[in-house]
T-cell receptor, first 116, second 112 residues
Framework: NAGVTQTPKFQVLKTGQSMTLQCAQD?????MYWYRQDPGMGLRLIYY???????DKGEVPNGYNVSRLNKREFSLRLESAAPSQTSVYFC???????????????FGSGTRLTVV | QKEVEQDPGPLSVPEGAIVSLNCTYS??????FMWYRQYSRKGPELLMY????GNKEDGRFTAQVDKSSKYISLFIRDSQPSDSATYLC????????????FGDGTTLTVKP
């Protein structure tokens, strides 16, 4: 059982380049999320998908787009990378059912992105 | 003001010590409370979750929620060097598509 798989693990981009971060989960979870983690700023929500076919903005969506390709996959795209987007990106999923345990996330291992 | 404030640390304790990690929050709509552990250069992993006020125990870990004071804590008994990590508190409203709001994390080092 792989859980949440993110690719790539590391990436260096030049300013203005584009790229897509991939995320896939095999737990049949309904909801998926993209967070970025920066020193001193914790985890901040970029975009989320409450269920297949829906996506919504989080706290810091500017400069990003997402696609919920199917129930398993949720990708994050940087159209024109900027140095301010240098960060560690985490994908997470959860079931959002009725039990308290449903609200805990399973995280991927992260993508370390540097924009120069 | 952030919705969730976490004691910043860092925290350094000797092996065997009792550790207390704390978060406060401002939004009374939060109903689910989680603690995550994050080892260096890894993704966070869910450690404990609670729904109501009171204590929940799991081995050496105890999660405490006081909704009246908007305060949550994680206690670690008999701390081990393997407990050295960053601990993140997180909170969720049950009608919010499961979106969690995280504290900034407290880095704990347990010295042998």
């Amino acid at each position: 059982n792989a859980g949440v798989t993110q690719t790539p693990k590391f990436q260096v981009l030049k300013t203005g380049q584009s790229m897509t971060l991939q995320c896939a989960q095999d737990m049949n979870h309904n909801s998926m999320y993209w967070y970025r983690q920066d020193p001193g700023m914790g985890l901040r929500l970029i975009y989320y998908s409450a269920s297949e076919g829906t996506t919504d903005k989080g706290e810091v969506p500017n400069g990003y787009n997402v696609s919920r390709l199917n129930k398993r996959e949720f990708s994050l795209r940087l159209e024109s990378a900027a140095p301010s987007q240098t960060s560690v990106y985490f994908c997470a999923s959860t079931d959002t059912g009725t039990a308290p345990s449903d609200y805990g996330y399973t995280f991927g291992s992260g993508t370390r992105l540097t924009v120069v | 003001q952030k919705e969730v404030e976490q004691d910043p640390g860092p925290l350094s304790v000797p092996e065997g010590a009792i550790v207390s990690l704390n978060c406060t929050y401002s939004n009374s709509a939060f109903q689910y409370f989680m603690w995550y552990r994050q080892y260096s250069r890894k993704g966070p992993e869910l450690l404990m979750y609670t729904y109501s006020s009171g204590n929940k125990e799991d081995g050496r870990f105890t999660a405490q929620v006081d909704k009246s004071s908007k305060y949550i804590s994680l206690f670690i008994r008999d701390s081990q060097p393997s407990d050295s990590a960053t601990y993140l508190c997180a909170m969720t409203r049950n009608t919010n598509a499961g979106k969690s709001t995280f504290g900034d994390g407290t880095t704990l080092t347990v010295k042998p």
